[in-house]
């Protein structure tokens, strides 16, 4: 087969230099994506940045558009489909590294409003891979989980899952892990309205994760100025890079949409779109090429001197602390793009050893996924 004339997004980790294996690659980043520079490429490597639909893809020759991110929201399938433009994602590539980012934000505010996890009830909405990830970490802390998710339950049966207005009344934390679907039995754009923060039956800690448009921004500042949420953590925003001022003030946690960018997840969704070109033009090349994954700074992670009860939040916030994030947002919101752009990549708790853990803290540390473990 010939060679491919391949565009990618010049942000996306790990690919320059082995996305080259399958032909000619041109470099550019997502918000320079248009109709004119991908006219004549067969593939497309992409992130959400920008939106494909027939504005941008009218009149090329693209075959195959891989996303180097667990959703498809940015691609207009049914126009694809019905052009025979194949288009792929990288379902799950990043579910660990979101639910680092939770557990850090939780173990964040835990501190901040002098609440014990153990004691809490957090309420998951949309349990797929990041949402079953979530579930695992927040039981290995100790919480009780409510479980959301219609379409699951509707296959699988009620069994494990209740409904939104049983979380909205019996939880203490909310954490959003839905698609973004603006149509259908399932629509989950502006799920979070007006109506779903009158009906909270407690405070709670408010958390999204997932897309930005699940929840109606106007609607949240509203509810925290009401006083009708605890806590408030923001990594996906509506109108993104142009996010919401006064939410941006008002939250405790403001990240920019950075939750599963660690370099486990990024090194994992080009290693799926790789393959994924691989598959599609029956190319056969095995191995392919990849690009090692860096290490961090510092892998050793030493408690010595820190009290038991403060071991688990130290050890977490050593692989990824967002209180900082949250100062630099706050501080430049007009750089919201170009922090998601040159973000440096964390690595996930597997990367790290821990040392001089007390037991019962070491054994959670294990639970959850960290290193080694010496005494």
């Not at 996930?348 to 054994?363: F, Q």
Request: hydrophobic share 40%; glycine share 8%; aromatic share 8%.
């Amino acid at each position: 087969m010939a060679k491919l004339n391949i565009l990618a997004d010049a942000h996306i980790p790990y690919l320059q230099g082995v996305a080259e294996q399958f032909g000619e690659v041109e470099y550019l980043p997502g918000n320079q994506f248009t109709e004119g520079s991908i006219k004549d490429k067969d593939v497309l490597i992409v992130r959400t940045v920008t939106h494909f639909g027939e504005e941008i893809l009218n009149g090329s020759s693209v075959k195959l558009i891989c996303s180097a991110t667990i959703g498809y929201d940015h691609i207009d399938t049914a126009y694809c489909d019905a052009r025979q433009i194949a288009w792929r994602a990288a379902p799950g590539c990043n579910a660990d590294s979101v639910e680092q980012y939770l557990t850090a934000s939780l173990l964040y505010l835990a501190r901040k409003y002098r609440i014990d996890l153990k004691d809490k009830t957090i309420g998951i909405v949309g349990v797929g891979n990041v949402g079953s990830r979530v579930d695992k970490a927040c039981r290995k802390l100790g919480m009780r989980t409510l479980l959301n998710d219609p379409p699951r339950a509707e296959k699988e049966g009620k069994g494990a899952f209740v409904d939104l207005d049983r979380v909205l009344r019996e939880a203490d934390i909310i954490t959003l892990h839905t698609p973004l679907t603006k149509s259908g039995l399932y629509k989950t754009h502006h799920l979070a309205d007006g109506a779903f923060f009158d009906g909270l039956g407690k405070k709670p800690i408010l958390i999204n994760a997932c897309r930005g448009g699940v929840v109606d921004n106007e609607a949240w500042a509203r509810a925290i100025k009401a006083g009708k949420i605890l806590g408030s953590v923001i990594d996906c925003w509506e109108g993104e890079p142009h996010i919401h001022p006064e939410l941006l003030r008002l939250v405790d946690i403001a990240t920019p949409h950075v939750a599963g960018y660690s370099a486990d997840g990024k090194w994992t969704a080009t290693k799926m779109s790789l393959e994924n070109i691989n598959e599609f033009f029956g190319i056969g090349i095995a191995p392919i090429e990849l690009l090692p994954i860096h290490k961090p700074d510092n892998p050793l992670i030493d408690l010595k001197g820190i009290s038991a009860g403060e071991q688990l939040a130290a050890a977490v916030r050593a692989t990824y602390n967002p209180e900082k994030e949250t100062i630099v947002l706050k501080e430049n919101p007009d750089k919201f793009y170009y922090f998601r752009s040159n973000y440096p990549l964390r690595r996930e708790y597997k990367a790290y050893r821990v040392k001089n853990a007390d037991p019962s803290v070491a054994e959670i540390l294990r639970k959850l996924g960290f290193g080694e473990i010496e005494n």
